[in-house]
Structure formats: C-alpha cells, structure tokens
C-alpha cells in the first residue's frame, strides 16, 4: 500500500515512536468517555473479586487506540501483556504454544482477531471459556490430543470488522467496546500532551489547527504534530505557530478539512474523468495510478464520513460539497439528480 501521511495505519517504522506517547493509565487516556468509565468499572470490579478481567473485545477504526488500551488493562491490573495478532497465527499450534505459556492473569492482547485463522479461532472458543486448550502431539494417524488445563487469563482482542466477527467467538467477550472518532478539543488535548512528551514548543493555536486536520484520529494527529516539528526546527526557532503548521501542513498537502493529496486525486478522478460518478472502485483507483484498496481504506472512510463521497450500488459518487471543496460547481442536471 502506498504511504500516505493521512493513512489511519501505522507504518513500521513509526510504531517505535508510538509507543512513547501512548498513555500508561486509564486517567490519562484522552476522549471515548463511555467506554472509559465502563472499562473502569469492568476493571475495578475484577479487582475487588480478586480475579482476572473478563474477556474484552475492542472495535472500532484503525489509530484510535486500541493497542493502548490493551497495554493500559494490563497495566491496570498489574499484569503482564502479551502481543499477538490474528494474521501472526498461521496454524493452530502457533495459537496452542502462546496460551500454553500464560502465566495466571496475563493480558492476552489478539489484533485484528478477526482474520484468526478457523481452526485457531475454535481453539480460543475452548480457551476463552474453560481455560483449556488440547495440544496435538505427533503426526497423521499416530496424533494424539493432550487436554492441557490453563491458568486464568483476560483476552483483550481488538477489530476493526466487528461484523466479520463469528457469533460464538463474539459472545465469549464479556465485555465489548466500540471506539469512536475523537471530536476536535479531544484531539487538541492529544497533541498538548504529546508535544510535551516530545519536548516541542506547540503554540494553542497550532495545537488547534492540527486537532482539525487530524480525521478525528490520534494516531493522524501525533503523524502531523511530528511533521510540523521536523518544520518548524528547520526553518524557524523550533516553536510551533499557527503560521509554521499551516506552512508544514501545506507542504505535506493536508488540506483544512484533512484531505490529502490522495483524497483530492479521488475527488478529482470522478469528476473530472467521470462526470462526477458513478464509477466503480477498481475503475476509479487504476484511473488515478492507485491500488483499490488504498482507495477503499485510506480515502474512503473519511470521504463518506465528511460527506464528500457517497457510495451506492452503481458505484462511488461525489456530492456536492466535493464539487464545492475543490472550487467547482456542480452541473445542474447532476444536482437535480440529487433531489
Ligand atoms: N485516547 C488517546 N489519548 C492519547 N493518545 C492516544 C489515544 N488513543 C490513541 N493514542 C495514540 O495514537 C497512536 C495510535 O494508537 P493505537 O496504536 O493504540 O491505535 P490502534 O487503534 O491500536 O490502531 P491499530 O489497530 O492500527 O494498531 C498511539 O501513539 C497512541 O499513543
């Protein structure tokens, strides 16, 4: 997938620098308030018992912090955490030595557990509720299944795709929670905190203007605050306002309204190349030199969010405030199409 710097997903390298600015507790995680008092209460409940916590299910859109919460439960319970994800188990056997190596209470932590493979999904259903897993030992005819009890364990598991989840791996969570976009003072207050971690001298104003830009997620605003940084260091005295963000924002293409190059290329391909839509999405990405799925799930998402794109079942259209953003008006025979 090309890299964009609006992409909600993290690239390799910047997972290192993540994991500075992620919050340790509960208290300093920013902004989804409902899910931050129910986790609260989920945690706080299994402590006074005594007990590990009940399984979690996270959902919610790429970037919004569900690897935080995972390492912040298991900070919370004082626990260890251990990191896997859904594609990094190919068999069984893989997901087999992982749980037969928890300690009691351990924090299992499964990203994108939805594309688990099915026979490791069916061995979780055993795990999740019996604390049991049976290892298969030996080959072909001669294998036998030893049953192999577990200590007590809390899965946090995280998805974007709730619905592809199976019914009976969703119902084995006892507690799920849905994340949404963050709103734009929520986002400030991320950047505020993440430019003193960082050290950088972020102006009020900046801070704001980044929050807006940001696509309501954390991981596009702390992207941003970096770029604006690496600016504002190289071509002034280091400290961050409103006229050094605009500056950097512009020469990485990130519009106010939070579009990219990107955005404005998909914008443009279907009005200018086909009248506004419908087009379909593969016709559309090779008609702009792009992958589908880069499209479908870096552009896409915030596009039909802001209300720039709508998709129907002929294909992707632009609406009216797409023809608007881009300075354009739209044909009258298109707009009482609309109506
Ligand atoms: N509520 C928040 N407060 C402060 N920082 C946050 C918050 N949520 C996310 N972040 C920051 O955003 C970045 C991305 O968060 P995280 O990796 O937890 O997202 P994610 O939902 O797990 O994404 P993915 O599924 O793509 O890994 C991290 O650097 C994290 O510190």
Redesign the pocket.
């Known amino acids: 997938m090309t890299e964009s710097i609006i992409q909600?997903?993290?690239t390799d390298a910047e997972?290192a620098?993540?994991?500075?600015?992620?919050?340790k507790q509960l208290e300093?995680?920013?902004?989804?308030p409902k899910l931050r008092k129910q986790l609260q209460l989920v945690l706080e409940a299994a402590k006074l018992r005594g007990a590990c916590a009940d399984h979690i299910l996270?959902s919610?859109?790429?970037?919004?912090?569900?690897?935080?919460?995972?390492?912040i439960v298991a900070s919370e319970m004082g626990s260890a955490l251990r990191l896997t994800s859904g594609p990094a188990i190919q068999h069984a056997g893989d997901l087999a030595s992982i749980l037969s190596s928890l300690q009691e209470g351990d924090v299992l932590f499964i990203?994108?557990i939805h594309r688990l493979a099915r026979p490791a999904e069916e061995m979780l259903y055993l795990a999740m509720e019996d604390f049991r897993v049976d290892v298969v030992v030996g080959k072909g005819p001669g294998a036998t299944s030893i049953p192999l009890t577990l200590p007590p364990f809390t899965v946090v598991g995280?998805t974007?795709r709730s619905g592809l989840l199976p019914a009976p791996l969703r119902d084995r969570f006892g507690y799920t929670g849905h994340?949404e976009y963050?709103e734009h003072d929520?986002l400030e207050?991320?950047v505020v905190?993440?430019a003193r971690l960082l050290d950088a001298d972020l102006e009020p104003a900046a801070a704001l203007e980044l929050a807006r830009r940001s696509r309501g997620?954390?991981?596009i605003?702390?992207r941003l605050l970096r770029r604006v940084s690496d600016y504002a260091q190289v071509h002034g005295n280091g400290v961050i306002s409103l006229a050094s963000a605009h500056a950097a924002l512009e020469l990485f293409e990130v519009d106010p309204y939070g579009l990219d190059r990107l955005d404005r290329m998909v914008l443009e391909g279907i009005i200018h190349r086909f009248n506004g839509g419908p087009v379909g999405l593969s016709t559309l990405a090779m008609s702009i030199g792009e992958e589908p799925e880069t499209v479908e799930t870096v552009s896409e998402p915030y596009l039909v969010r802001e209300g720039f794109l709508s998709r129907t079942p002929r294909g992707r259209i632009a609406t009216a405030s797409a023809w608007k953003h881009l300075g354009l008006s739209m044909p009258a025979d298109l707009l009482s199409g609309l109506a």
């Not at 300093?28 to 989804?32: L, R």
């Not at 919610?60 to 390492?71: E, F």
């Open positions: 909600p997903q993290a997972r620098a993540e994991s500075a600015l992620r919050p300093e995680f920013v902004g989804q996270l919610g859109p790429p970037g919004l912090g569900k690897t935080t919460l995972a390492m990203d994108e995280a974007t994340l963050y929520e207050k991320i905190r993440s997620t954390p991981r605003a702390n």
